[in-house]
């Protein structure tokens, strides 16, 4: 699920501008994962762009109103998710909180970040969604600590099914500001990629872990 078309379309237009998404089908890049894509995503550049980062926030902001109403806190999956979900709490006027992959190995040994309390409606901020994995581990670790996640918000949804699947599987509501279909409908509109390009860019999406440039 998306805001709209529109806002789909202008996060993506913003994020190709300030090359927080890059496009290079005939250079791939190489994730920790071990795949070669031709897109890499990294949303913390928005956080240098006064106008992206404002635009980014207010959405989100908008976006967790409109669809889960006035929740009592917003949580951050570290790292990607704390900046965003720090400037999205300060919009909403709520407590933030953050979720580590790990506990801590020293003092309080805390994996969540901040004060919660059983019964609260928390919404999970992330950078992007890839297969859904960290972001569903952060769901789990708020809800066994007796708190109700009304769902996860993303800036950048790459649509793999397994995500899909997996975010099903976990009755958990997905919300994307933008998602890989609007972003390379966009790129091709501003001629940021030519049509080789967006062919392989397509050929990727269909099949990520065998694709190959030609």
Not at 112 to 139: H, M, P
Request: glycine share 8%; charged share 25%; aromatic share 8%.
């Amino acid at each position: 699920m998306i805001l709209n078309k529109n806002t789909s379309k202008k996060t993506a237009e913003f994020l190709l501008q300030i090359k927080a998404i890059k496009l290079n089908p005939n250079n791939p890049f190489l994730w920790s994962s071990g795949w070669r894509s031709p897109i890499y995503c990294d949303n913390r550049i928005s956080l240098s762009h006064h106008s992206t980062r404002t635009f980014i926030r207010e959405q989100i902001g908008n976006l967790i109103i409109e669809n889960f109403g006035r929740p009592d806190a917003i949580a951050g999956v570290a790292t990607g998710g704390i900046p965003h979900g720090i400037l999205v709490a300060q919009q909403l006027a709520l407590p933030f909180v953050y979720v580590r992959p790990k506990p801590k190995n020293h003092g309080t040994k805390n994996q969540i970040e901040g004060l919660t309390k059983k019964g609260q409606k928390i919404v999970v901020i992330e950078d992007l969604i890839s297969t859904g994995k960290s972001s569903l581990k952060a769901v789990e670790i708020i809800k066994n600590h007796g708190c109700i996640v009304k769902g996860v918000v993303a800036i950048f949804n790459y649509g793999f099914e397994i995500a899909v699947e997996n975010f099903k599987k976990s009755n958990c509501e997905l919300i994307s500001l933008t998602n890989y279909n609007d972003l390379i409908d966009k790129a091709t509109e501003i001629g940021y990629i030519n049509e080789s390009e967006i062919e392989d860019l397509k050929e990727w999406r269909k099949n990520p872990t065998e694709w190959k440039t030609k």
